[in-house]
């Protein structure tokens, strides 16, 4: 059963991962895209400087192959840069760098979303530097600029250790017209328990219909659900399990009501393309992800009937923004060069590597207010300019309506306002989705459930 799970959670992380835009951008960035090789740049006397070391991740975005060329070009009369391409095995990549990062070598940039540790118990066993420091002493870091809360998941007992550059926010768009008629508004967003449960109604009712498939993009949901809720299972720095009983029994009995909604059935797709799927009542929410994806599905929806935008909460009432798997950095704890390891991570977070994140398809948020603006303005153009078949090379939907700049601007300031950020843990849900799932399917009560499940969180807790 645990398998079951630890596969179902990988599953939903790589599905975020890969509509990340996770594109192979090393070309463009002037590397060297050989797998074999290892690259430095200087002059002939390079060999005396220190090894800086970097694993491109894994079909490396192109903003963040962007930032490991431009390290590399600015900075090669200081260090021996070496750049080492491990290809787009992940599994490759995950067992060498935790092999090595476990063992004190490595590379001096992590990307830790890759790897198979519990990134706080990593923080906690010092496997990763502490950024604090090097961000107070930096004159142009303002925590303000960025989104609010965005930093605070890589936080432990008060200092940085993880620091994201971009990041996936819950917000979900909708037919209109579909959820009138389905009686779904106003859309229960207050937490992720009111909305789980609203929407257990209406699939209950929805079932007549031959059409209907799923409520979300694509079933056993449960995993994204479990992940936007923020749930209280480990306190890692004051060494508590499941600080919040009330919290927890209203997700779980919410989950109870959609979990025979969510599950695979016979003859039902597990995925679908939303935008048609939307059209044409087989689902009733997709997930904005980036702002570029919006902006084509709202054009479309527009056209017809209209659109909704639901801002969906965490179980405290929080819009929080999840980091993504490879879009996150950290420094390696024993590091020879500490100072050029935070110039990386300060190159990351610039408007220089920010606001390059989204002019492409990418389905994911950068971390900069300002990139965020720069972004809708951008997308926002270019549908004022050329419409879905321009900007998309599809003629697939006719050009609808076009968007306005102003309907824009409010998901734009719903963005910036964000007001906490999630560090995934993968294995405390995992275990709460493992230990929980006989009450889902009414085998066990629930108390008999929570109870294990406490129980098994301790121990890895101390483990």
Same mark, same amino acid.
């Given at each position: 059963?645990?398998?079951?799970?630890?596969?179902?959670?990988?599953?939903?992380?790589?599905?975020?991962m890969?509509?990340?835009g996770?594109?192979?951008?090393?070309?463009?960035?002037?590397?060297?895209?050989?797998?074999s090789?290892?690259?430095s740049v200087?002059?002939?006397?390079?060999e005396?400087?220190?090894?800086?070391?970097?694993?491109?991740?894994?079909?490396?975005?192109?903003?963040?192959?962007?930032?490991?060329?431009?390290?590399?070009?600015?900075?090669w009369?200081?260090l021996?840069?070496?750049?080492?391409?491990?290809?787009?095995?992940?599994?490759?990549?995950?067992?060498?760098?935790?092999?090595?990062?476990?063992?004190?070598?490595?590379?001096?940039?992590?990307?830790?979303?890759?790897?198979?540790?519990?990134?706080k118990?990593?923080?906690?066993?010092?496997?990763?530097?502490d950024?604090?420091?090097?961000?107070?002493?930096?004159?142009?870091?303002?925590?303000?600029?960025?989104?609010?809360?965005?930093?605070?998941a890589?936080?432990?007992?008060?200092?940085?250790?993880?620091?994201?550059?971009?990041?996936?926010?819950p917000?979900?768009?909708s037919?209109?017209q579909?959820?009138?008629?389905?009686?779904?508004?106003p859309?229960?967003?207050?937490n992720?328990?009111?909305?789980?449960?609203?929407?257990?109604?209406?699939?209950?009712?929805?079932?007549?219909?031959?059409?209907?498939r799923?409520?979300?993009?694509?079933r056993?949901?449960?995993?994204?659900?479990?992940?936007?809720?923020?749930?209280?299972?480990?306190?890692?720095?004051?060494?508590?399990?499941?600080? !919040?009983?009330?919290?927890?029994?209203?997700?779980? !009995?919410?989950?109870?009501?959609?979990?025979q909604?969510?599950?695979?059935?016979p003859?039902l797709s597990?995925?679908?393309?939303?935008?048609?799927?939307?059209?044409?009542?087989?689902?009733?929410f997709?997930?904005?992800?980036?702002?570029?994806?919006f902006?084509f599905?709202?054009?479309?929806?527009k056209?017809?009937?209209?659109?909704?935008?639901?801002? *969906?909460?965490?179980?405290q009432?929080?819009?929080s923004?999840?980091?993504?798997?490879?879009?996150m950095?950290?420094?390696?704890?024993n590091?020879?060069?500490?100072?050029?390891?935070?110039?990386?991570?300060?190159?990351?977070?610039?408007?220089?590597?920010?606001?390059?994140?989204?002019?492409?398809?990418?389905?994911?948020?950068?971390?900069?207010?300002?990139?965020?603006?720069?972004?809708a303005?951008y997308?926002?153009?270019?549908?004022? *300019?050329?419409?879905?078949?321009?900007?998309?090379?599809?003629?697939?939907?006719?050009d609808?309506?076009k968007?306005?700049?102003?309907?824009?601007?409010e998901?734009?300031?719903?963005?910036?306002?964000?007001?906490?950020?999630i560090?995934?843990?993968?294995f405390a849900?995992?275990?709460?989705?493992?230990?929980?799932?006989?009450?889902?399917?009414g085998?066990?009560?629930?108390?008999?459930?929570?109870?294990?499940?406490k129980?098994?969180?301790?121990?890895?807790?101390?483990?």
């Open positions: 059963m645990k398998k079951k799970w630890t596969a179902l959670l990988a599953f939903v992380l790589a599905a975020a890969v509509v990340s996770c594109q192979k951008g090393g070309e463009q960035s002037g590397e060297s895209s050989s797998a090789s290892q690259t200087g002059p002939e006397e390079q005396q400087l220190e090894d800086f070391i970097i694993y491109r991740p894994p079909y490396c975005p192109d903003y963040m192959a962007y930032t490991i060329g431009l390290f590399r070009q600015t900075f009369k200081q021996n840069v070496v750049i080492e391409d491990l290809g787009d095995d992940f599994d490759g990549y995950k067992d060498r760098v935790t092999t090595e990062l476990l063992a004190g070598s490595g590379p001096d940039i992590i990307f830790p979303g890759f790897l198979d540790l519990n990134l118990k990593a923080i906690r066993n010092n496997l990763f530097l950024l604090t420091p090097y961000m107070e002493a930096d004159e142009e870091f303002r925590e303000e600029n960025y989104l609010k809360g965005v930093f605070d890589g936080k432990y007992e008060g200092k940085q250790f993880i620091v994201p550059a971009v990041v996936q926010l917000i979900y768009l037919s209109t579909r959820l009138e008629e389905a009686g779904m508004l859309v229960a967003s207050s992720t328990a009111d909305f789980i449960r609203q929407i257990s109604g209406v699939a209950a009712v929805m079932q007549e219909n031959p059409k209907f799923q409520m979300m993009p694509n056993n949901y449960e995993g994204s659900f479990f992940i936007i809720a923020d749930l209280p299972l480990i306190d890692y720095e004051n060494r508590k399990v499941c600080t !919040d009983e009330a919290v927890l029994r209203d997700f779980f !009995d919410g989950m109870k009501l959609y979990y909604y969510d599950q695979k059935q003859g597990e995925s679908v393309s939303a935008t048609d799927a939307l059209l044409s009542q087989r689902i009733y997709d997930n904005m992800s980036g702002i570029s994806g902006y599905l709202g054009t479309i929806l056209g017809n009937g209209g659109y909704t935008v639901t801002y *969906l909460n965490s179980m009432g929080k819009m923004a999840t980091y993504v798997t490879e879009g950095a950290a420094v390696r704890a590091t020879k060069s500490p100072d050029y390891a935070y110039k990386f991570i300060s190159l990351m977070l610039s408007s220089n590597i920010q606001d390059k994140t989204g002019t492409r398809d990418i389905s994911a948020i950068p971390v900069k207010q300002t990139a965020v603006s720069i972004h303005s997308w926002s153009q270019q549908m004022q *300019l050329y419409g879905t078949y321009g900007v998309f090379n599809s003629n697939e939907y006719p609808y309506e968007v306005g700049p102003l309907e824009w601007l998901v734009r300031d719903q963005i910036i306002e964000a007001d906490g950020s560090l995934v843990d993968r849900i995992a275990t709460a989705m493992e230990y929980m799932e006989p009450y889902f399917k085998e066990k009560s629930y108390e008999s459930c929570f109870d294990e499940m129980s098994r969180l301790m121990i890895y807790l101390d483990e």
